[in-house]
């Protein structure tokens, strides 16, 4: 490909709403284009990238025996109805109506449409286990697209679906699955670590994230350098110091004026966080409001409080809604509050005499003990892990770092083929559900995450398995040298021929232009082809990622590029 010819165009400066590198660096090197918040075109040159990371993640699929196949990316919204997620699923499902008047779907997921084709197509348990996939485009509307193809809204991802007999199966499909992904981020360059992680709207018994470390990642990992645990903080548990037996203390009201804050409230009195138990409000869909207690020096898992009290779409309470319920914001406790649905940490639970709100401005309580002076609907562990926390396996202290999910894999179960009716005959003679599995991987997150680990302070540097070129073919000096012109196309069209495309800059540019250009770029080699180089025997060969340069015989690269 000439780069004279290329759709593209490089930037000099950055998106000025551009945080990550990945999104800088894609954006200034013409990869991709943003249209709407969270929509992006894929130029040329991010299209390439994006078809070499489906190629290693293709190869890695059909080596454990998934079949490739193809299913729409609009949905009658009746299917979504008979699993229920039509309903539990918020604003981020797009739902619009066809011509007819009938409710329709973007897709955000698969497994209604494979369950619908289980029910469908399996019969017998002849017929199974099975392993399908598809690339396909997914949207979802995140309230807060980011990133650069991080967290956008449109995007395409492999999902895979296994269907099995029985749960041993689907364990069998699910370390298939578990081992090919490895394989796959090993090879696009990308150390990714498997955690534990929510379930959250698949559903199902099991779910591990593949995560990235990376200072901008969104979610918080708890990881032990001891053993090697692993979780995401939306679901790990942790130990922490079991706090002294006391016995129960009348309660007693104190002034604390202005002690709005735990930490205001431990400095006025002169206990510790760890003796106040504080109080957060969320308000599901159904419009309960939630009071989550825990312990002053722990902060509220929204997680593990929806999961816990059964709840959809949480989002903070107002000052009204909290204050309708008897409750002072500042000064809050459930003691003598009405029509909200308490749950209340395990630690908590265990602890004595603590101070909490006396619901009354400028007043709290101490010792304040549940469930004596409270009783809560629910008890559960509801608090984040901390750093230095005890590893829930070994208990040495774990450590926290931020990361980006570039995959994820569930263990479904029969949530969907019972909603469906997908069943087999079995070999008994009684007709069971399928047991199913789900998996996915973003393209383009990928993809940015490959930036995000392979890059300096000039530009991208692609590993050789994802880059959209081979390699990047400079000639200087062209216009004042016909040789120089011929040279470099004899190398262009020499590995065109041979099926390794690279890409040339053939522009009438600056040394400094064309140079800056293929840094950024990011070709894993850069072919220089000059009047200096020729003069020292050949063609300047850089090795983009580590800078080293060598002068080579024509001969040798002419070699080079018909293999």
Same mark, same amino acid.
């Given at each position: ?379 559960? &562990?509801? +608090? ?10 070994? /208990?040495? !202290? @774990? $450590? *926290? ?106 522009? &009438?540019? +600056? ?10 770029? /990011?070709? !894993? @080699? $850069? *072919? ?36």
């Amino acid at each position: 490909m000439r780069l004279s010819r290329l759709f593209f165009t490089t930037l000099r400066d950055d998106p000025n709403d551009a945080e990550m590198p990945s999104h800088r660096l894609l954006v200034r090197a013409g990869y991709v284009r943003q249209l709407g918040s969270g929509i992006y075109s894929l130029l040329p040159l991010g299209f390439r990238v994006a078809k070499r990371v489906e190629q290693v993640i293709r190869e890695e699929m059909d080596r454990i025996g998934c079949q490739e196949m193809e299913m729409p990316v609009v949905h009658p919204a009746e299917l979504w109805r008979e699993t229920g997620r039509y309903d539990a699923i918020g604003p981020e499902m797009a739902r619009f109506k066809d011509r007819a008047g009938r409710d329709m779907v973007l897709a955000m997921t698969h497994e209604e449409v494979v369950a619908d084709l289980l029910r469908d197509i399996v019969r017998s348990y002849r017929q199974l286990p099975i392993m399908v996939y598809h690339f396909q485009t997914k949207w979802r509307d995140e309230p807060r697209a980011r990133g650069g193809l991080i967290r956008v809204r449109e995007f395409v991802m492999k999902d895979s679906y296994s269907c099995d007999l029985d749960l041993a199966g689907l364990d069998v499909s699910y370390e298939r699955h578990y081992e090919a992904y490895s394989r796959i981020f090993e090879r696009l360059g990308l150390r990714a670590i498997a955690v534990a992680s929510d379930v959250g709207m698949m559903g199902g018994s099991q779910a591990h994230e593949f995560m990235v470390l990376n200072p901008y990642g969104e979610d918080v990992l708890v990881l032990c350098e001891t053993c090697g645990f692993s979780a995401n903080r939306q679901v790990a548990t942790v130990r922490v110091s079991e706090p002294p037996t006391e016995s129960a203390l009348p309660l007693e009201e104190v002034a604390t004026p202005g002690a709005t804050t735990i930490a205001e409230l431990a400095a006025y009195l002169g206990v510790s966080a760890e003796e106040t138990a504080k109080a957060a409000f969320f308000v599901d869909r159904d419009g309960r409001l939630i009071t989550a207690i825990v312990r002053g020096d722990m902060d509220v898992n929204e997680t593990k409080l929806a999961n816990a009290a059964k709840a959809t779409d949480l989002r903070p309470a107002r000052t009204d809604e909290i204050e309708a319920t008897g409750m002072v914001p500042g000064y809050a406790s459930p003691i003598g509050a009405r029509d909200t649905f308490v749950v209340v940490d395990e630690l908590v639970a265990r602890s004595s005499n603590l101070v909490a709100g006396a619901n009354r401005p400028g007043f709290h309580l101490r010792n304040v003990n549940v469930p004596r002076d409270y009783t809560p609907d629910l008890v559960a &562990d509801l +608090s984040n892990a901390r750093e230095g926390d005890g590893c829930p396996t070994c /208990g040495a !202290p @774990v $450590i *926290l770092r931020n990361g980006i999910e570039v995959g994820n894999i569930f263990k479904l179960g029969t949530k969907y083929t019972v909603a469906l009716g997908a069943e087999y005959l079995g070999e008994d003679g009684g007709r069971h559900p399928i047991v199913m599995g789900s998996y996915g991987i973003g393209v383009g997150r990928a993809l940015a995450c490959v930036v995000e680990a392979h890059h300096d302070a000039k530009g991208i540097a692609w590993p050789a398995e994802v880059a959209p070129y081979a390699a990047h073919l400079v000639s200087l000096g062209a216009a004042k040298d016909p040789h120089i012109a011929e040279v470099a196309g004899r190398l262009h069209d020499l590995a065109l021929a041979a099926g390794h495309e690279i890409l040339w800059d053939d522009r &009438d540019e +600056s040394p400094g232009v064309k140079f800056t250009d293929a840094e950024l770029l /990011g070709m !894993p @080699v $850069i *072919l220089t082809v000059s009047p200096r180089s020729l003069a020292a025997g050949g063609v300047e060969v850089t090795a983009r990622a580590t800078g080293e340069r060598s002068i080579e015989p024509l001969a040798v690269v002419e070699e080079r590029l018909r293999g």
